[in-house]
């Protein structure tokens, strides 16, 4: 069974300062990995979705990388702003994508 | 462009009581899912779909069904609610292969008393 894990759980930084968030999953037999955005009692946004044949995805700030020999991504978030604060969920599809398996997140706050 | 619609967003129900979550999507996306959200659990698959008229139980399926009657709708009942249920629930959908990332709804709070 996939387990998907986030460490750390909770990140306080002060405003400016770069944001580096880890996931990482014990089967390294997967479709893809995609990193989701959560604000408090709002669904998820996606941030950046990673097929297993790629290395890496960018999208502005926002950078992950996916090692799937390791069984790990990264999430960076360059020069991090107040808006950043929220729970980052890293989720990693199996079986052709149609099932997505969740780690615990882990919540941003960003310090003006 | 609505992407993925949940009614109600929020919900109490009494033990006992059953009800219909409902779930639509404007995308033509072939997989639709659903996630219940608890505090320290993380989201949970509950159950998925592939396509119209097939339906598959995922981690959490026990005391919800599903039915996939058109490509747009996936409705998630509860048979007889219990406190157990108490949780956010999201639809989801993606395009078949998960190519295109996944698109989530907005959820449902559900409170079973």
């Known amino acids: 069974k996939q387990e998907v894990t986030q460490i750390p759980a909770a990140l306080s930084v002060p405003e400016g300062e770069n944001l580096v968030l880890n996931c990482s999953f014990t089967?390294?037999?997967?479709?893809?990995l995609q990193w989701f955005r959560q604000d408090p009692g709002k669904g998820l946004t996606s941030l950046l979705l990673?097929?297993?044949?790629?290395r890496e995805q960018t999208s502005g700030r926002l950078n992950a990388s996916l090692d799937k020999s390791s069984g790990r991504s990264t999430l960076y978030i360059a020069a991090s702003q107040p808006g950043d604060s929220a729970t980052y969920l890293c989720?990693?599809?199996?079986?052709?994508?149609?099932?997505?398996?969740f780690g615990g997140g882990t919540r941003v706050l960003v310090k003006p | 462009n609505a992407g993925v619609t949940q009614t109600p967003k929020f919900q109490v129900l009494k033990t006992g009581q059953s009800m219909t979550l409902q779930c639509a999507q404007d995308m033509n996306h072939e997989y639709m899912s659903w996630y219940r959200q608890d505090p320290g659990m993380g989201l949970r698959l509950i159950h998925y779909?592939?396509?119209?008229?097939?339906?598959d139980q995922g981690e959490v399926p026990n005391g919800y069904n599903v039915s996939r009657s058109t490509t747009e709708d996936f409705p998630l009942r509860l048979l007889s609610a219990a406190p157990s249920q108490t949780s956010v629930y999201f639809c989801?959908?993606?395009?078949?292969?998960?190519?295109?990332?996944?698109?989530f709804g907005s959820g449902t709070r559900l409170t079973v008393v």
């Open positions: 989801a959908s993606s395009r078949a292969g998960g190519n295109g990332g996944y698109t």
């Open positions: 779909s592939v396509g119209a008229g097939i339906t």
């Open positions: 989720a990693v599809g199996e079986a052709a994508g149609n099932k997505l398996t």
């Open positions: 990673i097929q297993s044949s790629q």
């Open positions: 089967d390294s037999a997967i479709y893809n």
